[in-house]
Structures are given as C-alpha cells and as structure tokens.
Antibody
Framework: QVQVVQSGAEVKKPGASVKVSCKASGYYDLSWVRQAPGQGLEWMGWISAYNGNTNYAQKLQGRVTMTIDTSTTTAYMELRSLRSDDTAVYYC????????????WGQGTLVTVSS | QSVLTQPPSVSAAPGQKVTISCSGSSSNIGNNYVSWYQQLPGTAPKLLIYENNKRPSGIPDRFSGSKSGTSATLGITGLQTGDEADYYCGTWDSSLSAGGVFGGGTKVTVL
C-alpha cells in the first residue's frame, strides 16, 4: 500500500529556511505542491527517484531545493529566504504531472512565516 | 492568476448534475493529460480522474472526465452532500517555463 508521510508543522521567521521531509513507502517520483490560506494549489516542482533529477517552478528557482535519500525513500524540500507569503500548507505527492497524475498525497505540513 | 481557468463556484440540488470546466492552451491541456482532484474541507487533495477520463480504483462512476482541444470537463452526477468540496484540474505545461499547472479551483455547493 502506497504511503506518503510528511514531517510536522514549522514556524519560521522571515529570511530563515525550512526543510520539510516526505517519507514514501517506495521509490517514486515526488512532487511538491503548496496551498496558501484560502487559496488554490500551486505546483512547486518534482524530483525523480530514479536519478534525482529535478524540475522547479520558475517563480521559486534559486530559493527551493528538492532532494531525495533513496536509502530511506525520503524526499526533502528546502525553501530559503522565507517571506510571509510563503505561509502555506506544503504537500508532497507521488507522481510528477509530466510523468503521471499525483495519485497519493501526504497529509500536508503547515509552514508559518512570522516575525 | 492561474494558468488553467475554472469557474469559482457551481451549485446544484442533491441528485442533480454539475459540470466544471477547465480551460487552457495548446502548451498544457492541448498536448498533455488532464487530472482532477477533490479537496474536502481541511484535508489533502485526492485524485479523482487521471489521463483525461480514467477513474482510480474506488472512485464511483458518478464522476467522469472528458477533454476536447484545450479544454477539459469534470462531471458529477447524482450529487450528494458529501461531494461538497473544492475541485482542481491539473496538467503539465510544455512551454519554455515547463512545469505543472493547476486551475484556480471550483467550489461545489450542494443546495
């Protein structure tokens, strides 16, 4: 059974970094999607479990890094230089949209950026 | 401003049918598969339709999807109170700034 389990909520100050983890039950391409309060879904990027290749949303280029530890099937999403508008629930999901739908989603991780 | 355009809301009485449109362009919907996601209040999104019109195991056939040109449509028949949720279309965009794209979401209200 496919499972995707994320790390817990984080509170960060503006300018800081956050690293969210996503433990998958197997070797899967994983996407990251965020949702600001009361807003829609925003695709952030994806990482290949096969070779670690990544593809990031243009607006986040330079601030986001996605990595994967194949020994533990755990993916990580690090977002730097946090701003208040980065406050959102961050989801990881199995799939890449280019390679297939997002068919299993993690429970979400709330990241709050506040001084 | 989302790359894919959805109506903000639709509504209908229990037992009725609703359709949700998702409009894009040749770089996204026109040349890639569309998937649909249901997000119940306070929960993570759930895959409802993939590859334009296929349903994952466990999704009732009250939910259907179609695609024509650069637009896609989600249909829900026999509307139930438990269908009240936000619905999002998603696909890949193959333009210069290639990446995943979602619609802005449609709130379905059961009257």
């Amino acid at each position: 059974q496919v499972q995707v389990v994320q790390s817990g909520a984080e509170v960060k100050k503006p300018g800081a970094s956050v690293k969210v983890s996503c433990k998958a039950s197997g070797y899967y391409d994983l996407s990251w999607v965020r949702q600001a309060p009361g807003q829609g879904l925003e695709w952030m990027g994806w990482i290949s479990a096969y070779n670690g290749n990544t593809n990031y949303a243009q607006k986040l280029q330079g601030r986001v890094t996605m990595t994967i530890d194949t020994s533990t099937t755990t993916a990580y999403m690090e977002l730097r230089s946090l701003r208040s508008d980065d406050t959102a629930v961050y989801y990881c999901a199995k799939g890449g949209l280019s390679s297939g739908p997002l068919d299993y989603w993690g429970q979400g991780t709330l990241v709050t950026v506040s001084s | 401003q989302s790359v894919l355009t959805q109506p903000p809301s639709v509504s209908a009485a229990p037992g009725q049918k609703v359709t949700i449109s998702c409009s894009g362009s040749s770089s996204n919907i026109g040349n890639n598969y569309v998937s649909w996601y249901q997000q119940l209040p306070g929960t993570a999104p759930k895959l409802l339709i993939y590859e334009n019109n296929k349903r994952p195991s466990g999704i009732p056939d009250r939910f259907s999807g179609s695609k024509s040109g650069t637009s896609a449509t989600l249909g829900i028949t026999g509307l139930q109170t438990g269908d009240e949720a936000d619905y999002y279309c998603g696909t890949w965009d193959s333009s210069l700034s290639a990446g995943g794209v979602f619609g802005g979401g449609t709130k379905v209200t059961v009257l």
